[in-house]
């Protein structure tokens, strides 16, 4: 099983600011890496998509890159809609997999 | 519109049995793998199983295998995932999404609790 390992566990950011979260996969999921938005009450919302395709109607602010074992999301400048709960996820390998999330919070 | 509904939570005791229904909308349902994530009470998401999108292959997280089990309608743009011998720590909100590599259409979630 491939362990999805996110730092940091909550990171505070003003809005404006740039945030930047890590994934990191115990063995390689080559691209094959998504990343998910997640608010209080509400379903998780697809984001990135093979490491770094964002997914429809996601804002560019968003980005990811990284491949094989170490991945990351960039929040050019954070909106107030923006404060959440972040997941990757692999599908490299079965079973599928997510990191335990990070919750961006304002500062 | 594009829209996942489930339904069949509730609450159930240890050892106890529960289906679960996703009815799909606004898209070809036949056309797309189909999968079930939970999520514990203030917990992070879990994988719990993925449907090919004929039906032939089913895949299962080794938590839940030997007592879950995923299935399909296409006809009927049903998703079903039967829930056996329950435990206390199968305790989540079900989502049914839409894919694996990139679940791009997620339902509300049904909540099952699990508890005597």
């Known amino acids: 099983e491939i362990v999805m390992t996110q730092s940091p566990a909550t990171l505070s950011v003003s809005p404006g600011e740039r945030a930047t979260l890590s994934c990191r996969a115990s063995?390689?999921?080559?691209?094959?890496l998504t990343w998910y938005q997640q608010k209080p009450g509400q379903a998780p919302r697809l984001l990135v998509y093979?490491?770094?395709t964002r997914a429809t109607g996601i804002p560019a602010r968003f980005s990811g890159s990284g491949s094989g074992t170490e991945f990351t999301l960039t929040i050019s400048s954070l909106q107030s809609e923006d404060f959440a709960v972040y997941y990757c996820?692999?599908?490299?390998?079965?079973?599928?997999?997510f990191g335990q999330g990070t919750r961006v919070e304002i500062k | 519109e594009v829209q996942l509904v489930e339904s069949g939570g509730g609450l159930v005791k240890p050892g106890g049995s529960l289906r679960l229904s996703c009815a799909a909308s606004?898209?070809?349902?036949?056309?797309?793998?189909m999968s079930w994530v939970r999520q514990a009470p203030g917990k992070g998401l879990e994988w719990v199983s993925s449907?090919?999108?004929?039906?032939?292959?089913?895949f299962y997280a080794d938590s839940v295998k030997g007592r879950f089990t995923i299935s399909r309608e296409n006809p009927k743009n049903s998703l079903y995932l039967q829930m056996n011998s329950l435990r206390a720590e199968d305790t989540a909100v079900y989502y049914c999404?839409?894919?694996?590599?990139?679940?791009?259409?997620w339902g509300q979630g049904t909540t099952v609790t699990v508890s005597s």
């Open positions: 999404a839409r894919g694996l590599s990139g679940m791009d259409v």
């Open positions: 606004g898209f070809t349902f036949s056309s797309y793998t």
């Open positions: 449907i090919s999108s004929s039906g032939s292959y089913q």
């Open positions: 063995q390689s999921a080559s691209s094959n």
């Open positions: 093979g490491a770094s």
């Open positions: 996820q692999q599908y490299n390998n079965w079973p599928l997999t």
